[in-house]
């Protein structure tokens, strides 16, 4: 992957360049190698021109024609649906390596210092209704239930933040204080600027291989174990959380046959405090009701129980929405490769990627859950 | 699929709903017995605001939610790549029913009855080098190679028109001489306007089924022989024609095991009168340099040897890039089930669609080829 952060004189395929070899590089392929390609980016579009053809652009920049490419969106999830149709299209049969592609480039946006709204909701957002607005809706009903406070979610960010000190990959690294975290201009109550993911530009890239070619490969390979995706769910008499992450990870869980507390490491949509807590519970990486205690006991820091954002989440590392789930892809394999350095989990040998977008009808649009082992 | 045409009052996910009910209705279905969707769709983003979550939005309308929808895009070819994915994902073994929509709305667009312009190329197109342009050259070049003239180009346009006659969802169905498509507004020399395909407003869907499901569905099925998607192959070196598609039509020849000399019908990219009879000639329809010859004896129109873009292609059709593909589908099945009444092609068993879109780097950025048989 490339750094996250703003990169005014780096174009698509620049930034998509530098994360398709250094995944190839790291494998030891050469891109050329590449089978077949599938890319992700979500408002590439409507910003810079190129709803169609990014893979192309990116894949024609590393000399490489000829292949099958094809473009996917999925709102925030449209790296990890990239990565999922990419261990599809092995399991298929057809091919030995694909190549996920997530890439985005947020910076140039017109409306600079305004909270991005999703497809679909720009009425909403016109009038102030935009994600932010939404979870901190959300975070008062989970704070009402919970009885926790601001300044515990506010944790949340100080925990990550000091993960991302050690991932050079991350946007913001300089530690943060829950008061710095709760002083910060206020978005939306009780949502403070330090509360939410910075935007940002951005790729990533994961090779995904055969069994046949990891046993070629002269590297340490990690076995996709699950991948689940899954369209919004909403039920309206249901009540509170986010039933359709519950229902991708309980999809995961079974197709791996993984228990929850077999998890050594996640990356979860952190794109505010409040969704990481609540997004314990949803992936059952602790008890229903649970998610604050889990984070104000350490259990989700590097060194408790099941370190969670080691690579500083959206909230440190940013969201290009595109690269993103391909980064969290990025930092479970370096993790269970034990190639973490100072941010190592140890002994971590299975590891959760969880990402999620978009509204639709009174529901999230689409959530993925990835398992990984070694 | 549903007629295609300009329907101000319509949205994407009321076209979407009528094109997904017809499939599953058609096969017997519920829609709720759909597994997983991949939408595909190219401009939405950009006129629309809809660049993710096409697919979750029609589903939604048909009450369909908590499944994986996965939306795609690759220009022209967006809806042929839904298609493969939809193949594909069958092919993973994780799924028995796999629904594959395209649905576009271009007739929304501000910059009414001007050539859309492909992504990336917005700069060639402010100064006249749209598609129309483009394809005058080639028609120039190939006039120029062939010794063929403007008029027996036309016979494209008048065949294709004969044949959307007897096709109740064709945009245009009165039939057209060779005079009405010389005569009609110049667009670029030498192609008129009526030698280029009208855009649009449509839907369509196929749904794809394991063989197991195949067998308990109450209804002929069609089989899928072939899956070919390849990006630009552009070779500077290479000279005259479209590599990219040639490569793609021998892939699927050489994965299906089926010569050429046995496709009974096809689905061409037909998006100006030129393509339609070099496609002929790349996708081995007829030896190099016989297109014109195939064209003039009569070869590709209803009742000749191999009777091409028998739904009235592009050219009557209309030509709403995402449902493109997935119609060329619709048409291809529907023959080869022996139900396309005035428009039938005896004893066809073997079909093949193609479809093609975008440029790329002085090639063309996506060529998809599918193969099918009863």
Chains 1, 2 share one sequence.
Request: glycine share 12%; hydrophobic share 40%.
């Amino acid at each position: 992957m490339t750094p996250f952060g703003k990169f005014p004189d780096r174009g698509l395929e620049d930034l998509g360049l530098e994360a398709v070899l250094a995944a190839v590089d790291d494998a030891g392929l050469h891109q050329r190698e590449v089978q077949a390609v599938y890319a992700g980016h979500a408002r590439t579009g409507r910003l810079l021109g190129r709803e169609n053809g990014v893979g192309q652009l990116v894949m024609a920049a590393a000399g490489v024609r000829g292949i099958p490419v094809t473009g996917v969106g999925n709102f925030c999830a449209s790296g990890s649906t990239a990565f999922r149709e990419a261990v599809m299209a092995v399991m298929t049969g057809l091919y030995d390596v694909v190549l996920a592609l997530g890439v985005e480039k947020l910076s140039v946006r017109p409306e600079k210092g305004k909270p991005l709204t999703s497809d679909g909701m720009e009425l909403e957002g016109e009038f102030g209704f935009t994600p932010p607005a939404f979870f901190a809706l959300v975070a008062q009903a989970y704070l009402e239930k919970t009885g926790a406070s601001a300044d515990d979610l506010a944790q949340v960010a100080v925990k990550n933040r000091a993960h991302a000190e050690h991932n050079p990959y991350a946007q913001y690294r300089k530690p943060l204080t829950a008061e710095e975290v709760l002083g910060s201009r206020m978005i939306a109550d009780p949502l403070t600027l330090l509360s939410c993911c910075p935007t940002g530009d951005g790729a990533a890239a994961a090779l995904v291989v055969s069994d046949r070619m990891a046993r070629r490969l002269d590297r340490k390979t990690v076995r996709v174990e699950a991948t689940s995706l899954l369209s919004g769910c909403g039920d309206p008499t249901a009540t509170g959380g986010f039933e359709v992450d519950r229902k991708t990870a309980h999809a995961a869980y079974e197709q791996a046959g993984i228990d929850p507390g077999d998890i050594d490491v996640a990356e979860v949509h952190d794109a505010f405090t409040v969704t990481e807590v609540i997004h314990y519970e949803d992936l059952l990486l602790c008890p229903p009701g649970d998610g604050v205690k889990a984070l104000l006991d350490g259990q989700t820091a590097l060194g408790g129980r099941i370190p969670v954002s080691t690579s500083g989440g959206l909230m440190s590392k940013g969201h290009p929405l595109g690269a993103t789930g391909i980064a969290q892809v990025h930092e479970i394999v370096t993790q269970l490769r034990g190639e973490a350095g100072a941010r190592q989990v140890e002994r971590a040998t299975a590891g959760l990627t969880h990402c999620a977008g978009g509204f639709l009808d009174g529901d999230v649009a689409i959530s993925a859950v990835h398992l990984f082992s070694v």
